[in-house]
């Protein structure tokens, strides 16, 4: 009598147990961009003035697939939320070209003291294309791109639809393939006209957080695409670019050429400025 007591007990008990369990994570499209449209709010808001180190190698190949060009630089990278503009901000501060030290210009934190970040992003962009190799002209190549596609005021001009779900040790984590379907893009070619982008974002479906992202685009002849890894940083305890990929390809009747770069960013820390963003 007393074994059968015993597993009664244990009977009673169970479906109290499954209730206490923890519901699925809800892994539908429309969820995750719910969860990805409140984890940018926080995001933005904790990821304000923070500086890195970055190291990239810039490769041209010609049609042959042969290396025509290779060239290493590094520098700083500042990364800032502009609220007024509802964008980011990314300046780079080119230090070194393939290990020589380049003409120093004007001092990135004396800059960011006085002057509009604005101003200052397109000044800095303007002197680090000078280091820039191949035919092809860009100046959209930041990491945090794909965060903008996430953005609420952006979503709506892009059809989303989810491709796999992963489910590890790490959590629950959606791919959404997208597509640009509405203007204004957020590239604009040199013309003023439209690029549609498409690609594919990995995200934590509970939190929303973005981990990887893919993003392709094409004008004309050329074609482009960016593809970015974010890693947790444990100093600032927060998830930020560890890499990113950049693959541009030129297919014209009198030239053909592909541009390769390869970016790592380490050494993230905070970076206290007076100037308001602006």
Same mark, same amino acid.
């Given at each position: 009598m007393q074994r059968f007591l015993m597993l009664l007990c244990v009977a009673a008990v169970a479906p109290v147990l499954a209730q206490d369990q923890a519901r699925p994570v809800d892994t539908s499209t429309r969820a995750v961009l719910a969860a990805a449209t409140s984890y940018l709010k926080a995001y933005q808001e904790a990821l304000r003035f923070v500086i890195a180190d970055e190291q990239a190698v810039q490769e041209v190949f010609d049609d042959r697939d042969r290396r025509r060009a290779r060239r290493e630089t590094s520098g700083d990278f500042f990364l800032a939320w502009v609220p007024a503009d509802g964008g980011w901000l990314s300046v780079r501060d080119i230090t070194t070209v393939d290990g020589k030290p380049?003409?120093?210009?004007?001092?990135?934190?004396?800059?960011?003291?006085?002057?509009?970040?604005? $101003?200052?992003? +397109?000044?800095?962009?303007?002197?680090?294309? %000078?280091?820039?190799i &191949?035919?092809?002209?860009?100046?959209?190549?930041?990491?945090m791109f794909a965060l903008m596609i996430l953005d609420a005021k952006?979503? $709506?001009?892009? +059809?989303?639809?989810?491709?796999?779900?992963? %489910?590890?040790?790490? &959590?629950?984590?959606?791919?959404?393939?997208?597509?640009?379907r509405d203007r204004p893009t957020l590239v604009q070619a040199a013309s003023g006209g439209p690029v549609f982008t498409s690609g594919e974002l990995v995200l934590d479906a509970e939190t929303g957080r973005l981990q990887w992202s893919l993003v392709n685009m094409k004008d004309g002849p050329t074609a482009a695409q960016l593809t970015t890894t974010f890693t947790e940083n444990e100093k600032l305890k927060l998830w930020l670019p560890a890499t990113m990929q950049e693959r541009y390809s030129h297919s014209s009747p009198r030239l053909k050429e592909t541009v390769v770069v390869e970016s790592t960013y380490t050494n993230y820390r905070r970076f206290e400025v007076t100037a308001r963003i602006r």
């Open positions: 380049v003409e120093a210009g004007a001092d990135l934190r004396g800059l960011l003291n006085r002057g509009s970040m604005a $101003s200052i992003g +397109r000044a800095m962009a303007d002197r680090n294309a %000078r280091y820039n &191949g035919v092809v002209t860009r100046n959209f190549n930041e990491p952006h979503q $709506s001009r892009f +059809r989303f639809e989810r491709k796999s779900v992963g %489910r590890g040790d790490a &959590g629950t984590s959606v791919t959404l393939t997208f597509t640009e």
